[in-house]
Every structure is written in structure tokens, then in C-alpha cells.
């Protein structure tokens, strides 16, 4: 096999592959398996593009050219875009898992959001009118449920 002047092969670091029958979740053992198979695929294709740089082009240059040209239009974007999308759903789910409410029952979730729209603040009355009590929770379920815009860059870092 040639190996011109690659870096060595991508390994997933003290990764063990658990059994399926394992209490693993399908899901998770499905995602690593596909991270290696990426991770495989992705080396076998950088090896053929640095084979292809000892590749003698004589007449065909046009058309190899061109060949490659529709590659890096089309493949390789869409290689950025899934990665880059790939990334963002880990993150989001990582942060997730990871902040402290998800660990809460759903129980204490629900009693703590139910406070949070009926209870009243320190300086609001405590027996309000009809109309301003319904105002206070249509306008605290409003804020509950509304969406929280935040930028994320869906390219790489590039300095750390």
C-alpha cells in the first residue's frame, strides 16, 4: 500500500467497542461505529488524493482537472457541511446532558416552572385583579417558551 507522506492513521483514543448484547445503548455503539468507519474512510480517500498527485496527467489534464474542480464544489462542501452540522448536534447535546436541570426529576422541573408563572414576585400583590394576574401569566409563559436566540458559528475553530 503507499503511504507517501500521510500522517499516520486517526485512532479513537482507549476506545473498547462493547458487545451489543451489553446494557450499551444501540444508539451510542451505532454513532462511535460510525465516527470509526468516517474516520476509515476519510484516510483511505486522503491517501487517494495524495496518489493522485503522482498521477501522470499527459492529454487528460482538462479533464482531470475539471473532475476535480466538480469535487471540491461538491464533495468537499458537503464533507464541511455535515461535519460542521455533526458538530453542532454533539455540542447541543453535550450541553444538554451536562447542565444541572437535566438531572433534576421531572417532577421538581415542573414544579419549579409552574412557581416560576404563577407565583407572584416580591413586588407584585398578592391577590391580583383577574385581568392583571391573567396578564402576569401570559406574559411570564411568554418569556418561558420563548425561544432563546444564540449565534453559532458553524465553522471550525480555528485558534484556541
Request: aromatic fraction near 8%.
Amino acid at each position: 500500500m503507499w503511504r507517501g507522506c500521510l500522517p499516520p492513521p486517526v485512532t479513537l483514543p482507549n476506545t473498547v467497542m462493547p458487545e451489543a448484547n451489553d446494557t450499551f445503548p444501540t444508539t451510542l455503539l451505532k454513532w462511535e461505529m460510525g465516527g470509526a468507519n468516517l474516520t476509515t474512510a476519510l484516510s483511505a480517500y486522503l491517501e487517494s488524493c495524495a496518489f493522485l498527485s503522482t498521477y501522470s496527467l499527459s492529454q487528460d489534464a482538462r479533464t482531470v482537472a475539471s473532475r476535480m474542480d466538480i469535487s471540491l464544489d461538491t464533495l468537499h462542501s458537503k464533507f464541511s457541511e455535515e461535519l460542521s452540522r455533526s458538530r453542532l448536534l454533539l455540542a447541543r447535546m453535550r450541553n444538554k446532558i451536562l447542565a444541572p436541570s437535566f438531572s433534576l426529576p421531572r417532577e421538581i422541573l415542573a414544579e419549579i416552572f409552574k412557581d416560576v408563572v404563577y407565583i407572584p414576585g416580591l413586588n407584585e400583590t398578592l391577590f391580583p385583579s383577574m385581568t392583571e394576574g391573567l396578564k402576569r401569566i401570559f406574559g411570564r409563559l411568554h418569556t418561558l417558551l420563548a425561544p432563546t436566540r444564540i449565534h453559532i458559528s458553524l465553522h471550525p475553530i480555528l485558534h484556541r
